[in-house]
């Protein structure tokens, strides 16, 4: 789940960072977007959705730490309050399923 959350922000990443609409660049995201949807797909198919798709949310944390190291964004104090809580969140949902 976390490298599918990976691959999820790093598509969208480089949608972002895309000059113009190249091509490529639109190729290139999708590319690693859809990997990203591929394992979460094999993910469901071994693991409960309960757990999983919360855990999922762990992205959110990931596009917070992109956004801050590539984009320059200004990490405020309520962002650093809303990813503990995320990352409390997997954490209790990752240690209380099977």
């Not at 895309?18 to 639109?26: A, F, R, T, V």
């Not at 979460?40 to 762990?58: C, D, K, V, W």
């Not at 992109?66 to 990352?87: A, S």
Request: aromatic content about 14%; charged content about 5%; some cysteine.
């Amino acid at each position: 789940m976390i490298f599918n959350a990976v691959c999820l922000c790093m598509g969208q990443l480089v949608w972002k960072l895309m000059p113009d609409y190249h091509l490529i660049y639109l190729l290139g995201g999708f590319t690693i977007y859809v990997i990203g949807a591929a394992i979460l797909i094999f993910a469901y198919r071994l693991g409960e959705i309960s757990t999983l798709q919360p855990i999922n949310s762990i992205s959110f944390v990931f596009s917070t730490f992109i956004g801050v190291y590539f984009l320059n964004e200004i990490l405020k104090p309520v962002n650093i309050i809303g990813v503990l809580f995320i990352i409390s969140g997997v954490i209790v949902i990752g240690i209380s399923s099977k």
